[in-house]
Nanobody, 128 residues
Framework: QVQLVESGGDSVQAGGSLRLSCAASGYPYLSNCMVGWFRQAPGKEREGVAA????????YYADSVKGRFTISQDKAKNTVYLQMNILKPEDTAVYYCAAARGCPPIVRRLSASSYNDWGQGTQVTVSS
């Protein structure tokens, strides 16, 4: 099982930027097929935001964040990042990183049920 620890959450004004980090340990990073970022706002379901193959360069994004968020990896550091730009109040949520040991079907790359291991989450609050 991989341990995932997120950091970087903060309170910012609309239009601002944040970079979230997720450090992985306890399991060979490349043993996971995919890593992803999810978010959950109060009263809402967990939503897939971005995902990437650990051994490749392909990335995937929810429509709501395309062009504003970027997922990246530093494989030497076993760390996944989420650069968030042009933040909006509707981006307010707890953000989680997750790892999928198997490779999910295309339509499930941003589905929470495809991921096995989760971090504890980091709060992002965007004020208008």
């Amino acid at each position: 099982q991989v341990q995932l620890v997120e950091s970087g959450g903060d309170s910012v004004q609309a239009g601002g930027s944040l970079r979230l980090s997720c450090a992985a340990s306890g399991y060979p990073y490349l043993s996971n097929c995919m890593v992803g970022w999810f978010r959950q706002a109060p009263g809402k379901e967990r939503e897939g935001v971005a995902a990437a193959y650990t051994a490749g360069i392909s990335t995937y994004y929810a429509d709501s964040v395309k062009g504003r968020f970027t997922i990246s990896q530093d494989k030497a550091k076993n760390t996944v990042y989420l650069q968030m730009n042009i933040l909006k109040p509707e981006d307010t949520a707890v953000y989680y990183c997750a790892a999928a040991r198997g490779c999910p079907p295309i339509v499930r790359r941003l589905s929470a049920s495809s991921y096995n291991d989760w971090g504890q989450g980091t709060q992002v609050t965007v004020s208008s």
